[in-house]
């Protein structure tokens, strides 16, 4: 299902209770780029350490836009013995909702953008329908504007009809009566619908400050203001929902607390933290901190089958040909991948494969089992140990080897793949 | 005219022959974004000295993206009285042409991309069709990366295939001379025609060496040769071409040293030579001398109509009411602009409209003779104390001044307009 800023609002009851159903979720994102400093290849340096590679990435892709979100919902229908998935592929832009909204400004890296374009990226479906976001301080901040101007609206503040020396309104003096009566008169008969226009005589800005105190405190009686204060409340509080955007379904997801899968996942979840909850911090440790409040069960398909019993089964399958049994069906109403025709690359369709063989590699530990079982649940124990591990290959080795050494030991299960989008029959080749 | 990767080759001698003729041009870029740092506003502020204005412009707006480049050429037609004009718009994008070509990173702004997107941008078409280009020293690697090559391949480097020790070939061993005999007469086979395909018998590394060395010493003769080299130089050439790409427009409108119009074109002239010529340098003297190589007649309409005599004429003007005389038409094959139905921001469009107000004021210039004249020339006199005026608006004001003061000297012919890319009758609002 392809969500895009104009039906994002109506979709959004769709995709929160696809999240809420579902076993497991995958994601991915595609990014306007990778690295503004060094190679990609030397960025995603296979033998960094975590805190290297970390704060490698931290400085070198944090400026691009992820600006395509792939989220592949799978429910395990018991009756049926498969997989039921939806698959949700969202296009998202920066755009500003108002004057004094933050002017993001991101980077795009010519090979990223040129190689996503000859996979047939729609980039007018980004910048001109792009569903909008705010991380967490942008969405307080406009939460706080918001009550400030309410306050100021409720007489808290000092608007400027109000004489900031006296709260209440002044007297009328009596020069000014006769006038400031028969815009009462006109305004009532306004009121009425007798009339549909009102046109006021020219005034001074001391008769229009009158007139405005006059209509404020008089006009609308208690009952009324109440209920037009709660309509402008719920008017704001849908102009912040909008402003939140995409936001909202990634907060959906991590307060769902299901076990978020993904495919070399590392710059997916750094770019998810930084774009929709808060800059991310300096420190390593601190940023698992805080990616295990965003997200508490997180599995990377790549680590978990360069990890035993994987790293010695041969994973070179391809979605074509998945058995049978494990390849799920989709859900009225949801576009349906081929996974004859690929479509790598779109989000939506990067997410459902990295579910399938997230899926392939559980039922695969299923066969350990004695008897043998040919469906392990994404909630099962036997996953467990493959939850939240380091999102980074840490090697120790003696320091006089070098890395043709490293990369003699890894052959015997595939080289180590630096490639940060490739598939696992890519890590595999 | 739209111009793109696809029919860019073709279209060339077009452009080239338009500037030729044309008895004046004017561009138009369309930019990522303006400002990476301060608002747009306070970037453009119209108090800043020249040298200030530069250094934040250089600091804050060369890492966005020049990526439509509109070019309209305006060429007299004596006998009708009238304008001919032929507008290009160009759509450009760095797309790197081989592994080793530059992956140039370049920045968006959030509120200039949606606003252009408001205007019906087509983004696809610079990300997937974009011409690309090379600045001078990046086509000067090229071309030394291709000499290299060519050097090595006349045997003049050391390529892998010949010894390092001996620059000719090495006798063919005895136990050799049959196998290579044998793959003599099947090349020879293959070369008469009689067969379409040749499958040689598997050898070792130094069977290959020989192999390549009979074939390169003996199986051609010099003619032919001399005719592959050169075959070979061509389609270099044409590569070369084809990387250095739209960078070539502007050379050809640089070496017709025509007058080149433009309204509030600091940017875009800046963003010419950074794009296209050479990293601005740091010093506003050092960028004038690059301006003066590059373009050697600059005309600013923004400039021209806060000059003596239009600053106190009223050029409230729009294009839909100028008057009849100063429409130009529009080339055969050309697309024509409707001025009623504005297609502002548009490079192509923008590009036309600026050219029309440059004609305009010019004729003005021609009410003052006497008798009056109601054409001028690009090239008259009367045009030249506009040429090559500084870019910024350099304003000597008493330090007690506050900034309400000069907008209030200056509100006589219009405020002082912020806006980088408004045109002649808004600054004049």
């Not at 680590?303 to 994973?315: E, G, I, R």
């Amino acid at each position: 299902m392809e969500i895009i800023r104009k039906n994002f609002k109506d979709s959004l009851s769709t995709v929160y209770s696809a999240i809420e159903e579902a076993d497991f979720l995958a994601i991915d994102g595609e990014f306007s780029g990778i690295s503004d400093g060094p190679s990609v290849s030397a960025l995603t340096n296979g033998l960094d350490t975590p805190e290297e590679r970390y704060a490698k990435l931290k400085k070198h892709s944090m400026d691009f836009l992820l600006f395509q979100f792939g989220l592949c919902t799978f429910r395990y229908d018991q009756s049926e013995s498969k997989y039921l998935t939806k698959s949700f592929n969202f296009y998202i832009f920066p755009k500003p909702f108002s004057r004094n909204s933050p002017d993001i400004k991101f980077i795009c890296q010519s090979s990223s953008i040129d190689f996503l374009a000859s996979q047939g990226f729609d980039f007018n479906k980004v910048f001109r329908n792009g569903i909008p976001y705010l991380n967490q301080e942008e969405e307080a901040q406009l939460r706080e504007q918001y009550e400030e101007r309410r306050n100021q609206a409720n007489g808290a503040g000092t608007p400027s009809f109000i004489s900031p020396s006296s709260k209440g309104p002044v007297n009328v003096p009596d020069e000014h009566k006769d006038f400031i009566n028969r815009v009462i008169a006109k305004v009532d008969s306004l009121l009425s619908n007798t009339e549909k226009t009102v046109d006021l005589e020219p005034c001074t800005g001391f008769q229009r400050k009158l007139i405005y105190q006059t209509l404020n405190w008089n006009r609308v009686d208690e009952e009324e203001r109440r209920r037009r204060e709660h309509e402008k409340q719920e008017r704001e509080q849908e102009e912040l929902n909008d402003a939140v955007g995409f936001s909202r379904v990634i907060h959906a997801i991590s307060k769902s607390g299901k076990l978020v899968v993904g495919h070399n996942m590392l710059l997916d979840v750094m770019h998810t933290i930084h774009q929709f909850y808060c800059p991310l911090p300096e420190d390593l440790n601190d940023f698992k901190e805080v990616t295990m409040c965003v997200f508490p069960r997180l599995l990377d398909t790549k680590l978990m089958a360069s990890t035993h019993p994987f790293k010695v089964h041969n994973l070179r399958r391809t979605p074509s040909n998945l058995p049978e049994l494990v390849r799920p069906y989709f859900s009225d109403g949801f576009q349906s991948y081929n996974t004859a025709t690929e479509q790598l690359h779109e989000a939506g369709y990067d997410a459902y494969i990295t579910g399938l063989c997230f899926i392939s590699m559980a039922n695969y530990l299923g066969s350990f089992l004695t008897p043998p079982r040919s469906h392990i649940s994404a909630k099962s124990k036997l996953i467990e140990p493959f939850h939240n591990k380091d999102h980074v290959l840490y090697v120790t080795f003696p320091k006089e080897w070098k890395t043709s050494d490293l990369y003699q030991l890894f052959s015997a299960f595939g080289n180590p793949c630096t490639c940060t989008s490739c598939f696992l029959w890519h890590a595999q080749n």
